[in-house]
């Protein structure tokens, strides 16, 4: 984590901001996993440039718990976002799976 990302964590106050800080700055995967509960996944999903499948499955995928009722991020959006970085549907299959095993140990 960068020191910017630091001093937010520091101000809680100032992450009621995040969904607009998204648009503003590139943040860490370890920030934004630190945040979620701040920020619409759809948002994240739009603005930050260099998120993992990993990332974008666990942490973003349908997830209504963190989003508005009806902003949440679905199987669709990920793979287009996913397939603009030049990830393969392999590739995007795979982590897709491993996430959801993963999901299913975790609760």
């Given at each position: 984590?960068?020191?910017?990302?630091?001093?937010?964590?520091?101000?809680?106050?100032?992450?009621?901001?995040?969904?607009?800080?998204?648009?503003?700055?590139?943040?860490?995967?370890?920030?934004?996993?630190?945040?979620?509960?701040?920020?619409?996944?759809?948002?994240?999903?739009?603005?930050?440039?260099?998120?993992?499948?990993?990332?974008?499955?666990?942490?973003?995928y349908d997830r209504q718990e963190y989003?508005?009722?009806?902003?949440?991020?679905?199987?669709?959006?990920?793979?287009?976002?996913?397939?603009?970085?030049?990830?393969?549907?392999?590739?995007?299959?795979?982590?897709?799976?491993?996430?959801?095993?993963?999901?299913?140990?975790?609760?």
């Open positions: 984590m960068n020191n910017f990302e630091q001093e937010l964590l520091n101000d809680k106050s100032r992450l009621s901001f995040m969904n607009n800080l998204l648009y503003q700055y590139q943040f860490s995967e370890e920030f934004l996993i630190k945040t979620r509960i701040y920020y619409d996944s759809w948002k994240c999903l739009k603005s930050q440039k260099n998120l993992t499948p990993y990332f974008c499955f666990y942490y973003l989003d508005s009722a009806d902003d949440w991020t679905d199987y669709n959006q990920i793979y287009e976002y996913l397939k603009n970085k030049n990830y393969n549907d392999q590739t995007i299959e795979n982590e897709f799976n491993k996430v959801i095993n993963q999901r299913e140990k975790d609760n």
